[in-house]
């Protein structure tokens, strides 16, 4: 399940196929909406809430070969996401509830 990944800093599109994206997280929220750093949740407990780092301030994407590729300064880029992106999560969301969606169709 992969899809294209597109983001610019100031006039230039780079695009990449990508199986996942995100952003670097520095702290959590528990079930009772404390804020614990990454960390230090070795408990398992349920992440509700994630807080975007600001000192790492990159956008992790990891690529199908399995490599890991880093945009850095992330905060001065914009990005786009195609069709392609919402038919993985729309997927991906219909294995997670045990859905076949090639027998839907």
């Given at each position: 399940?992969?899809?294209?990944?597109?983001?610019?800093?100031?006039?230039?599109?780079?695009?990449i196929?990508?199986?996942?994206?995100?952003?670097?997280?520095?702290?959590?929220?528990?079930?009772?909406?404390?804020?614990?750093?990454?960390?230090?949740?070795?408990?398992?407990?349920?992440?509700?809430?994630?807080?975007?780092?600001?000192?790492?301030?990159?956008?992790?994407?990891?690529?199908?070969?399995?490599?890991?590729?880093?945009?850095?300064n992330?905060?001065?880029?914009?990005?786009?996401?195609?069709?392609?992106?919402?038919?993985?999560q729309?997927?991906?969301?219909?294995?997670l509830?045990?859905?076949?969606?090639?027998?839907?169709?």
């Open positions: 399940m992969e899809y294209i990944f597109t983001w610019r800093r100031w006039f230039f599109w780079h695009k196929k990508v199986v996942w994206h995100g952003v670097m997280r520095n702290s959590v929220r528990d079930s009772a909406g404390r804020k614990i750093k990454v960390d230090e949740t070795k408990d398992k407990s349920p992440i509700f809430d994630t807080e975007y780092d600001t000192y790492q301030d990159k956008m992790v994407l990891k690529l199908l070969s399995g490599e890991v590729r880093e945009i850095k992330w905060s001065q880029c914009e990005a786009k996401l195609g069709p392609d992106y919402f038919s993985v729309e997927e991906a969301r219909s294995m509830a045990g859905l076949n969606t090639a027998a839907n169709k």
